[in-house]
Structure formats: C-alpha cells, structure tokens
C-alpha cells in the first residue's frame, strides 16, 4: 500500500471537535493494521473563527519513511478521500481572503471519494460542486450538519458514522474490522460501535464524471510579488464613502471588502418579509459583519455577498417570522430579496412561503449537561 491520505472540511470551532474525533479515529484505527499515521489541522491563512471553514487531515503510511515524504508537502494534495460534514461547503470553501474560492475537491485525488453529510440527491448535489476535470466518486450518508456551540461537542455519532462509511469507500486506508476495534477501545460504547456498522452499510457511492459538475469559475485574486511588496506591514483602509448602487436612487450600501465575499461560509441565510418589516433597524444595526443595504425606501437588504449567514438578525427581529433563516441549499444565486419585492410583491409573497417551508432545526449548544441526551430520549 501507498501512503493513503484523508482531508476533513468543517466548519471553524462548530465542528472542530467533530473533525479531530474522525481524524483521530482514522490514525487509530490504522494502527490496529500495524500502519504508521498522525492527524494534524490546519486553518489555511487565518485563525480558526466560528463557521469560518477549516481543515484537518489524516494520514497513513505502512512505514515511517513513507509518511514522512508525504509531510514534507505543506499540505496534502491528492487526498484518497474529502469528507465534508456540512454540505453547504459543497459550494466551495473561502477561509479567508487571499486565494479566493477553492473548490471543495481541488485537493481531491483523480478517482478518490468525496464523502459529505447531506439530506440531498446526488444528482441535486452535483450541481453546486465545482466541475473536476478528473473523475472521482461521490458517497452520501444521511444526515444534517453537525453543530454545536463553541467548544460544546455535540455526541450524535456523526464522527463515527462517518469513520464506518470510510472504511466502506476507502478500505485500502482503513478496514471497517479495525474502526470497529478502535471505536469500542477509545469510546466505549456500544452505541457507537453499532452506528458504524450500520453506516458502512447504508453509505451511498457513486461515479463522478469529469465533465460533471458546476461550471461556474471560482473567484481569485492576483497576489503581489515579492518585488511589488511595499516596506513595513501595510494594511489599506477602505473607503468610507458609501457605495453606488446602479438602478438604486437614494438609500444607503456601506463600502465592502472585494477580496472576502463571506457567502461561502453560511449554511443558512436569512428571508424577509417586508411586508411585515417595522423598520426598526436592530438587523442593521447588529449585523457583525453590516451586510444590510438601507434601500431608497427606508427597508433593510441583507446583501448576499457580504452575509456570513450567523442569525443574529432573526434573533433580534420584534416581529414574529420578518426574519427566517432558511437552507443555503435552497439557493442558487446572490440575488437582492428587496428589489424582487419591490418588482412584484404577489410572487416574491410566493417565492418567501415556498423558502420559509425549508426552514431548518438548529442546536448551536446546550445549557446543561446531558441535556442532548435527554432531547434524544424523548
């Protein structure tokens, strides 16, 4: 066997315990294979910050020199398997600003597996995955993303459902024998022992085209040479003027930064229903990142290009179902919520149910001990 290599994508803090458990879980088991591994993270340029996506990755090798010529890389790039466990990254992930959008298997071996946690049909996922170029594999267990709240894990088996489906898609790095063994010697419980099981059964793969895909082309930027760097740190200010909005006579769009979009982030984004909006301003005014756009006509845009997707909005909002927050995978397109109100209200009422019916179950943490426990138990 050659040095086999695993990349876990998941969301800043909400899931890094998750990440860590799987990967852990990899390297463990692939020792009860007499195999060498070590798992590592990594946040791409920036710190680790809440949704933000990062990375962490497991790898193995039958003999020590074999996996220490596969760290000499900086990061591994032709990675057996991806798995992603919020399958909103599936659109691409941005961890910050400096190389744009990286496609959710751009480190993604030629005939390796993508392997995401998601509710949809592979046919439906495809066409948020940026176009390969290389065939590859895509499997699916069923399941919503994984959340909790800061450092608080959430345990509803996601880490070892997924190392169970691993062994099914990739058994030359790990068999499903060993996961087990390592799961009930680290865990300890038989719960979880089963669900690995079971999810090396259920799991669902299949092939990838080359040609299949997304061909939207993600966004870039040209970086300074060393020769064009300027002396010292040099950080420019924006702007403060306000923005000119073509098509829009008055009103207020704040000066944004061109190089963090901040959309590949969200899992969800917010709805309004403006036909109910007071104009009270506490969504503009406590937006974190000020992606409301103040329209000609005093309502508040949530700009989807600047929204991180983080719900503060809704939870502020005084007046009941103004603000929803909906699936991210109900969308295809960044388009203004206000100026489809404002060109027809009958159809944009229409188009606001059908979005708000897709509303999803959130669980950002717990107040107590055991209490995920006893909503389970229920």
């Known amino acids: 066997m050659s040095t086999g290599s695993v990349e876990v994508v998941y969301r800043g803090i909400f899931q890094k315990t998750l990440a860590k458990n799987i990967c852990r879980g990899i390297v463990l088991a692939a020792r009860k294979e007499g195999k060498i591994g070590t798992a590592f993270g990594r946040y791409g340029d920036s710190p680790e910050r809440n949704g933000i996506p990062a990375k962490q990755f497991a790898v193995v090798s039958d003999t020590a020199e074999e996996l220490e010529e596969h760290l000499a890389r900086y990061e591994p790039d032709n990675n057996d398997v991806t798995i992603v466990v919020d399958d909103a990254l599936c659109k691409g992930v941005e961890s910050w600003a400096w190389y744009g959008l990286q496609p959710i298997n751009k480190l993604l071996g030629k005939g390796g597996t993508l392997l995401v946690t998601s509710y949809q049909s592979p046919n439906k996922l495809i066409k948020t995955i940026h176009r ?117 006579d008055g009103g207020y769009v704040p000066t944004r930064s061109e190089t963090f979009k901040k959309f590949s982030t969200r899992t969800m984004r917010p709805v309004i229903n403006f036909d109910t909006c007071t104009k009270c301003t506490l969504c503009w005014l406590n937006c974190p990142d000020t992606c409301f756009d103040i329209t000609p006509d005093g309502f508040y845009d949530a700009n989807m290009e600047a ?72």
């Not at 099981?197 to 793969?205: A, G, H, N, P, R």
């Not at 950002?364 to 909503?375: S, T």
Request: glycine share 8%; hydrophobic share 35%.
């Open 132 to 248: 390969k170029g290389d065939p590859y594999n895509l499997a699916l267990i069923k399941a919503q993303a994984s959340f909790s709240g800061l450092w608080v894990y959430k345990d509803d088996h996601t880490d070892v459902r997924l190392l169970g489906a691993l062994a099914k898609v990739a058994p030359h790095i790990v068999s499903l024998e060993s996961i087990v063994a390592a799961i009930a010697e680290q865990w300890k419980d038989d719960g979880k022992v089963a669900s690995a099981k079971k999810s090396y059964d259920l799991v669902e793969s299949g092939p990838v085209g080359a040609d299949q895909g997304s061909d939207e082309k993600p966004f870039s930027f040209d970086l300074p040479g060393w020769t064009k760097m300027e002396e010292g740190l040099v950080i420019r200010g924006m702007s403060a003027q306000p923005q000119d909005v073509p098509g829009r």
């Open 307 to 378: 929204c991180c997707g983080c719900g503060v909005c809704e939870a502020v909002c005084p007046v009941s179902d103004c603000v929803t927050m909906v699936n991210e995978e109900s969308f295809e397109d960044h388009d203004s919520q206000w100026e489809m109100w404002a060109k027809d209200k009958e159809s944009y009422s229409a188009w606001l149910s059908e979005k708000i019916a897709d509303k999803p179950a959130r669980s950002h943490g717990f107040h107590h001990v055991g209490q995920y426990a006893e909503e389970i138990g229920k």
